[in-house]
Each structure stands twice: as structure tokens, then as C-alpha cells.
């Protein structure tokens, strides 16, 4: 199935997700902590009057942590969290069908070249249930 989706980078690696799950990209400098959460869990801010989850995904998958305060907020199941990302990188149609298979990690559904590097499709039922199970 052909997707349009949108690239992040985080350090110096490239993530993704389905373009019709991201609400907006924001920077935000405001988050509150919230105590007893999962590691990934950075905080909550308000977008709009909505309390938004702000996930940092270093703490899922190995990557670097994201510097900065730049946040990609997505929309899924009706909820909606914010990835902690250093940029957004290009929007691109990609075949998902075409994806090489991620076992190391059950928050990646897939990946894929881009620009000579490996990028990886974000999972997300698999981390909203992760999510939902301990929040």
C-alpha cells in the first residue's frame, strides 16, 4: 500500500510516520512533568487547551535523544502525543508493502533506504498500546 509519509530526524537518524496521523509540528518550551510516568514519558503540554503526552522515542529505540524543542504531534485512535524530534526532514510516497522487516524493535513496523541511510517506519499501534497499558 502506497503512503505518503513524512520524515523527522532525530540526531542522525531518520524516523517516519503516516503523513494523515501528524496533526502539526510545534515548538514548545513549556512541559510539566508528570511523576510516576514511564521514562519515555517527557511530560504534558497544552496545545489549545488539550493536555498533549510528550514522548521522548530514544527511550524505545535506540537512537540519540533529541535536543531541542521541536515536537511532531500525531494523532492516533482519537488520542494525541507529540515525538520529541530535532527536524523535519521531507514528506515522500513510500510503498509500505516494500518494507524491510524490523525485529529488534516492536515499535518499528519497518525500514527503508533514504539517502544512502536506513530510516525507520514508527509503529504506531504497537506504541499506543504500549502507551495505553501504563498511562
Do not use: C
Amino acid at each position: 500500500m502506497r503512503q505518503k509519509i513524512v520524515l523527522f530526524r532525530i540526531g542522525d537518524s531518520i524516523f517516519s510516520v503516516v503523513v494523515s496521523n501528524v496533526v502539526e509540528v510545534l515548538r514548545v518550551s513549556n512541559i510539566t512533568k508528570v511523576p510516576g510516568t514511564p521514562d519515555y514519558i517527557i511530560g504534558l503540554f497544552n496545545r489549545l487547551g488539550e493536555p498533549i503526552v510528550a514522548v521522548e522515542l530514544s527511550a524505545l529505540i535506540p537512537t540519540e535523544q533529541a535536543s531541542g524543542d521541536m515536537f511532531l504531534v500525531v494523532e492516533y485512535r482519537n488520542e494525541k502525543f507529540a515525538f520529541h524530534i530535532d527536524d523535519v526532514v521531507e514528506l515522500i510516497d513510500l510503498e509500505l508493502d516494500d518494507l524491510i522487516p524490523e525485529e529488534d524493535n516492536p515499535f518499528v513496523l519497518g525500514r527503508f533506504i533514504w539517502g544512502g541511510k536506513p530510516a525507520a517506519v514508527i509503529d504506531l499501534d504497537a506504541l499506543f498500546k504500549k502507551m495505553s497499558g501504563e498511562i
